[in-house]
């Protein structure tokens, strides 16, 4: 059975920055498509950042793109966000997510990925 559970979530001032962390069991995240995505209230999850497996391509939301970098510790079997100049549209509810293929035209879509995590929350002041 796999299992992700997020940890690191907090509130932050804008500005900020944060490092939230997924450990994984049940599968190696190494052999994974990693990917984190984030839930404002009244709005959709959407993709923020991914890494490929067997490698480290990476790909992010424009949004955050210089500000975010998602790292992958295979040795302790997690995959992090750290997150820099923190912006209050920033907040919401991060969630870690697993998936098998790496495909350019879909990492975006939650569709593309097998497990998620329970989410951590992210709030980020003005």
């Known amino acids: 059975q796999v299992q992700l559970v997020e940890s690191g979530g907090g509130l932050v001032q804008a500005g900020g920055s944060l490092r939230v962390s997924c450990a994984a069991s049940g599968r190696t995240v190494s052999q994974s498509v990693m990917a984190w995505f984030r839930q404002a209230p009244a709005k959709e999850r959407e993709f923020v950042a991914a890494?490929?497996?067997?490698?480290?391509?990476?790909r992010y939301t424009d949004s955050v793109k210089g500000r975010f970098t998602i790292c992958r510790d295979n040795a302790k079997n997690t995959v992090a966000l750290q997150m820099n100049s923190l912006k209050s549209e920033d907040t919401g509810v991060y969630y870690c997510a697993a998936g098998t293929t790496w495909s350019v035209m879909h990492q975006h879509r939650p569709s593309s990925y097998n497990y998620w995590g329970q989410g951590t929350q992210v709030t980020v002041s003005s």
């Open positions: 890494i490929r497996n067997g490698g480290g391509s990476a």
